[in-house]
Structures are given as structure tokens and as C-alpha cells.
């Protein structure tokens, strides 16, 4: 049987309107974009996983407005050639104060419920240790992609398996990455996620001030 060939969806989720993010993403060429702008989180990953399994497309990339990639990432995520259901770069952590020791990356899995979980709950591996790991590893490539229990959402690529069986949901209106890992184990269907430590982006702090939804009209748009 021959092997089905990648069709990915970036899907692009803009509740703000950062400069910077909107320069990145005009670089990035040779992928078919969704864009998610203004709408509530639920709402918007509602919206996306409709589109997607009413498509022919075969992967789903999530990529949120304040994660600053290159042309290489999305190439790097596109082309991995193992096939995962869910593969995932990774990026520093913004989520409590501007000192960057974290990343998105846990291998333990969040607290549940999520949005009652203190920063330090969620037990994120250090920036240090993924360097480390990249420069003791950097002659053995197949040694740089680890299983982990919760990814932040950093260019995640999920099969049409993963977005089939287990539907977007959030808690109180957020955190649908932590309830995504969640399920994955409490579902049972044999999906591991992963991250590959060579695939490095930028996450910027941006205050949740700066939201746009409830104040522009929210709109879905597809750039074939």
C-alpha cells in the first residue's frame, strides 16, 4: 500500500495583532494557511478542527500568534519524517516573569484541571537542559526527538488520526494544549506525543491586555 501523502494545514490562531508575528508569517511560503483571527479560544479551535476534517488536508499545525517562526521551522516540522501523531519544536516559556529558564516542554503531565494549576505545577524542563542536550547529542540527530507528556503548542504537527479522535476542548475558556494532553492519556488510543529539540523557536510575552477578542470582528481565512 503505498504511503499517503502529506497535505498539512498551518492553522494560525491571531486573537492579538503583533507586528513582529505578522512579519514572520509573511515569509512563510509553500503551506496552506487557516487563520483563526478575534475569536474566543474554544470558539476558534472549534471552527479550525471542523475545517480541517471537512478538508483533504492531512495535518494540522498549530501555530499561535505570539511564536516567532522562520521559513526553516515550518519546513523542519513539515518535512520530519517520522510519522508521528503529534511532533512538536519548542520554545522558551513566557508564562509567569520575563527570566526565560523554562521551556514549553513538560514530561510530566499537567494538573487537571489546568486552569487552577499554579506556573510551577506544570514541572517545565529547563532551557539549560535541552541546550545541554543539543550540543552532547548533536552527532546522534535520532536521539533528539524525545516522548513527552505536554507540549505548549510550538509548531505542533497532529495527524488527522489525533484530530479525528480526540476533539479540541478547553478549561473556563483556555489552556487547550494542557487539556489536549490530558486526554490523549485519559482517551487510551495509543498516541504519544513528542518534541524534536532541533526545532527552536521564540515565544514573546504578551500581556493579555492586548487581546482583541470581543473587539474586532472575528473572521476565518483560508490562503491556498
Same mark, same amino acid.
Given at each position: 500500500?503505498?504511503?499517503?501523502?502529506?497535505?498539512?494545514?498551518?492553522?494560525?490562531?491571531?486573537?492579538?495583532?503583533?507586528?513582529?508575528?505578522?512579519?514572520?508569517?509573511?515569509?512563510?511560503?509553500?503551506?496552506?494557511?487557516?487563520?483563526?483571527?478575534?475569536?474566543?479560544?474554544?470558539?476558534?479551535?472549534?471552527?479550525?478542527?471542523?475545517?480541517?476534517? &471537512?478538508? +483533504?488536508?492531512?495535518?494540522?499545525?498549530? /501555530? @499561535?500568534? #505570539?511564536?516567532?517562526? !522562520?521559513?526553516?521551522?515550518?519546513?523542519?516540522?513539515?518535512?520530519?519524517?517520522?510519522?508521528?501523531?503529534?511532533?512538536?519544536?519548542?520554545?522558551?516559556?513566557n508564562?509567569?516573569?520575563?527570566? &526565560?529558564? +523554562?521551556?514549553?516542554?513538560s514530561?510530566? /503531565? @499537567?494538573? #487537571?484541571?489546568?486552569? !487552577?494549576?499554579?506556573?510551577?505545577?506544570?514541572?517545565?524542563?529547563?532551557?539549560?537542559?535541552?541546550?545541554?542536550?543539543?550540543?552532547?547529542?548533536?552527532?546522534?540527530?535520532?536521539?533528539?526527538?524525545?516522548?513527552?507528556?505536554?507540549?505548549?503548542?510550538a /509548531?505542533?504537527?497532529?495527524?488527522?488520526?489525533?484530530?479525528?479522535?480526540?476533539?479540541?476542548?478547553?478549561?473556563?475558556?483556555?489552556?487547550?494544549?494542557?487539556?489536549?494532553?490530558?486526554?490523549?492519556?485519559?482517551?487510551?488510543?495509543?498516541?504519544?506525543?513528542?518534541?524534536?529539540?532541533?526545532?527552536?523557536?521564540?515565544?514573546?510575552?504578551?500581556p493579555?491586555?492586548?487581546?482583541?477578542?470581543?473587539?474586532?470582528?472575528?473572521?476565518?481565512?483560508?490562503?491556498?
Open positions: 500500500m503505498m504511503a499517503v501523502a502529506m497535505k498539512p494545514l498551518l492553522v494560525i490562531f491571531k486573537p492579538r495583532s503583533i507586528p513582529e508575528f505578522d512579519e514572520a508569517i509573511e515569509k512563510i511560503n509553500g503551506i496552506s494557511k487557516l487563520w483563526l483571527k478575534y475569536f474566543p479560544q474554544p470558539e476558534a479551535y472549534d471552527r479550525a478542527r471542523k475545517f480541517f476534517l &471537512n478538508s +483533504d488536508y492531512t495535518h494540522f499545525i498549530i /501555530l @499561535p500568534d #505570539d511564536l516567532i517562526v !522562520t521559513q526553516e521551522n515550518v519546513d523542519a516540522i513539515v518535512n520530519y519524517e517520522k510519522s508521528y501523531d503529534s511532533i512538536s519544536g519548542w520554545c522558551n516559556n508564562g509567569r516573569d520575563d527570566t &526565560n529558564i +523554562d521551556t514549553n516542554i514530561a510530566f /503531565l @499537567p494538573p #487537571d484541571p489546568p486552569r !487552577t494549576a499554579t506556573y510551577e505545577g506544570y514541572r517545565w524542563f529547563k532551557i539549560a537542559h535541552f541546550e545541554s542536550l543539543l550540543d552532547r547529542l548533536k552527532d546522534e540527530e535520532e536521539l533528539l526527538t524525545m516522548p513527552v507528556l505536554h507540549q505548549g503548542f /509548531l505542533s504537527r497532529l495527524s488527522r488520526k489525533l484530530i479525528e479522535q480526540v476533539p479540541f476542548r478547553t478549561d473556563a475558556g483556555c489552556c487547550v494544549d494542557s487539556c489536549l494532553s490530558l486526554d490523549l492519556v485519559k482517551f487510551r488510543i495509543g498516541i504519544t506525543q513528542y518534541v524534536d529539540l532541533r526545532i527552536r523557536m521564540r515565544h514573546m510575552k504578551i493579555r491586555t492586548e487581546l482583541l477578542v470581543g473587539k474586532e470582528k472575528p473572521m476565518m481565512l483560508f490562503e491556498k
